[in-house]
């Protein structure tokens, strides 16, 4: 069964630092991976996908992400927080017929940003 | 507005007592799912739907119904209710699976 593991449960970190939040899951097949973010209180809003093509992907909010295949990740990476960026992030991984078209989610990583 | 619409958004019931939460979208999206959210466990799948009267399980559907009798609607049923069911539980769609979900606001359900 696929799975996804996301090995932070908590990050903080000050405002202009950079960030990773690491993410890897366990399917070997063909995959689909996202990245969602929750802010506090509010309901989860995509930040990214990966369909194919190219490895890095931008999303919004100047949030990018790497899929490394022969490593199954697909790490998060932010050049600089800023305090706005405070918030629940959350891998997803749906790996398509073969997995049932199921989107399976990580655990989650707490980001807090000190201003 | 593109959305995902649940209600209610708190919902507070006593064990045993039949309730159901709805979810209706408006972008024709073929995708509709159910999940609940707990602290540390991250967001686990209850019931999925990849059209009208097509439904699958998810990784943690005891204790729940699920019906998809139009694209729009994907109402989540909670028969008999337990206290292990009081979460946050989201309802989510997209237009196919290599797309991204579009959530809705939530619906906090406490069970006493």
């Known amino acids: 069964a696929q799975s996804v593991s996301q090995h932070n449960h908590h990050v903080i970190l000050s405002e202009a630092a950079s960030l990773e939040l690491g993410c890897n899951y366990s399917y070997g097949g063909t995959v689909n991976l996202f990245w969602y973010v929750q802010y506090p209180g509010q309901h989860l809003q995509l930040l990214l996908k990966y369909f194919s093509g190219d490895p890095l992907v931008k999303g919004i909010k100047g949030f990018e992400a790497e899929f490394i295949k022969s490593k199954f990740s697909f790490n998060l990476r932010k050049p600089s927080v800023q305090w706005s960026d405070t918030a629940e992030y959350f891998c997803?991984?749906?790996?398509?017929?073969?997995?049932?078209?199921?989107?399976?989610f990580g655990a989650g990583t707490r980001l807090f940003v000190k201003a | 507005e593109a959305q995902v619409t649940q209600n209610p958004r708190y919902l507070i019931t006593v064990t045993g007592k039949k309730l159901t939460v709805t979810c209706s979208q408006n972008m024709n999206h073929e995708y509709m799912s159910w999940y609940r959210q707990d602290p540390g466990l991250g967001l686990r799948q209850i019931y999925y739907?990849?059209?009208?009267?097509?439904?699958d399980k998810g990784d943690v559907p005891e204790g729940y119904k699920v019906s998809r009798k139009e694209k729009r609607n994907f109402p989540l049923i909670l028969e008999s209710p337990s206290p292990n069911q009081t979460s946050l539980y989201f309802c989510?769609?997209?237009?196919?699976?290599?797309?991204?979900?579009?959530f809705g606001s939530g619906t906090r359900l406490t069970v006493v």
């Open positions: 739907s990849m059209n009208v009267e097509v439904t």
């Open positions: 997803a991984v749906n790996a398509g017929f073969t997995g049932g078209f199921k989107t399976i």
């Open positions: 989510a769609s997209s237009l196919s699976h290599t797309d991204g979900y579009t």
